[in-house]
């Protein structure tokens, strides 16, 4: 687990949104073992699962907000802060990282002036350090969404992001 860091964007969450999920929830709280799909659902509505919505299946489920925290920070598949419109990885992979993707890194979050697993204040771009992705032959490899850019250094980046604004 890495750590957790807060969103710099409120939850804006739609009354329609809550209604959803909570008949959603209403639908799985007697199964056994709903917790993992009311999260999916969950985030499938929202695009992540902020503390509002942890809160609300924790009560609807009758589990406590801590066991939903838990498993929301153990799980990659959900998200605790918003994503961007463009998603920013960069590589960290022994591979990618002996070739100088901690630079790459490091220029995107200067430049967008946000840490990992954090979102632009404008909600365009959030950036995540990655693991290997299986391009180790572009060692180093940053993705937007599903662009690939491979063989690049920290002087790349700028122009790089400028195609998504």
């Known amino acids: 687990m890495g750590k957790t860091t807060i969103s710099k964007i409120p939850f804006k969450g739609t009354p329609e949104q809550e209604r959803e ?3 959603i929830l209403a639908s799985l709280k007697d199964q056994q073992g709903a917790l993992m799909p009311a999260m999916q659902k969950a985030q ?7 503390i509002e919505v942890q809160t609300i299946i924790a009560e609807v489920l009758n589990v ?3 066991e939903v925290y838990g498993v929301a920070t153990f799980y990659a598949q959900f998200a605790l802060n918003p994503k961007g419109k463009y998603t920013i990885g960069v590589c960290l992979g022994t591979a990618c990282y002996v070739k100088g993707s901690q630079d790459i890194f490091d220029k995107c979050s200067e430049i967008l002036k946000i840490k990992g697993g954090e979102i632009t204040e404008d909600g ?3 950036l995540e350090a990655t693991r290997c992705i299986g391009c180790c032959g572009l ?3 940053m993705t937007v969404n599903d662009d690939v850019y491979g063989k690049i250094t920290a002087k790349d980046v700028p122009d790089i992001l ?3 604004n």
């Open 21 to 23: 999920l909570r008949d």
């Open 44 to 50: 499938d509505i929202y695009g992540y699962l902020p």
């Open 64 to 66: 406590p907000v801590e």
């Open 124 to 126: 365009l771009f959030s």
């Open 139 to 141: 060692a180093p490899v």
């Open 162 to 164: 400028k195609k998504y």
